[in-house]
């Protein structure tokens, strides 16, 4: 069970992380941020950008034809089990 300290000590965190004394940032300034953010990001090279493309699709491919074959395998469990042989 948490102890009533330790949940006070993380609500003033986040009480600190919030606090902005109720000033607000410019459309202007947050842009300016934003740019200067984006200029951190170090940004894939063309051969990186396909290479992860091409190991996401055949994950893609791959967990598509497992699924595939999961519908499959269950779906002609479930027909043999309920269909049963009706010409009695």
């Known amino acids: 069970m948490a102890d009533v300290s330790d949940s006070s000590a993380v609500h003033e965190s986040r009480e600190d992380s919030r606090r902005d004394d109720g000033k607000r940032t410019s459309p202007a300034t947050f842009y300016r941020q934003v ?3 984006l200029r951190k990001v170090v ?4 051969e990186q950008l396909v ?3 091409l190991v996401v699709m055949v994950f893609v491919l791959v967990m598509m034809a ?5 519908d499959l395998a269950f779906g ?6 309920f269909a049963g042989n009706s010409s009695q």
């Open 35 to 37: 740019v200067a953010e």
């Open 43 to 46: 940004w894939p090279t063309q």
């Open 51 to 53: 290479t992860y493309f």
């Open 66 to 70: 497992f699924v595939a074959a999961l």
């Open 76 to 81: 002609k469990f479930a027909f043999a089990l």
